[in-house]
């Protein structure tokens, strides 16, 4: 059961992230690697709010595996993440390359905690 829900839990992060992140390129280009930024943005958010939600409510075990590894393991992506950096690199975009190592790592940090503190007061309000 564990691995049906990390294959279950996978193939839709892996279809989120590609139609989120090819979204964002449509909208806001390719010069920087928006879809990527946006995605990994977003899991941070996502496994903040989760995260502290599941510290108030009973989450089944498989649901956990579901959410936490398999939609939200391929949701995000570190490994797209540091190849177009490593492209910015090497074609010479530094300044491109530290803002998308910035926004990634700074305001993923962030949002992770801003997901949990959601959570608290969604939590809070509902109760």
Do not use: C, Q
């Not at 829900?5 to 449509?26: C, H």
């Not at 690697?33 to 498989?62: C, D, K, Q, Y």
């Not at 490994?79 to 390359?97: C, M």
């Amino acid at each position: 059961m564990k691995l049906a829900s990390i294959i279950a839990g996978g193939g839709l992060g892996a279809l989120l992230r590609y139609v989120i992140s090819g979204m964002t390129y449509k909208i806001l280009g390719s010069t920087f690697p928006w879809g990527t930024l946006i995605v990994n943005l977003m899991g941070s958010f996502l496994i903040g709010l989760l995260w502290a939600f599941s510290e108030r409510v009973i989450i089944p075990p498989h649901l956990r595996t579901f959410l936490f590894i398999g939609l939200l393991g391929a949701f995000t992506t570190f490994s797209t993440y540091s190849l177009e950096t490593a492209h910015l690199l090497r074609d010479g975009e530094f300044s491109l390359a530290f803002w998308n190592l910035a926004f990634s790592n700074g305001l993923g940090l962030i949002l992770v905690f801003v997901g949990f503190a959601a959570s608290r007061y969604l939590i809070y309000l509902f109760r």
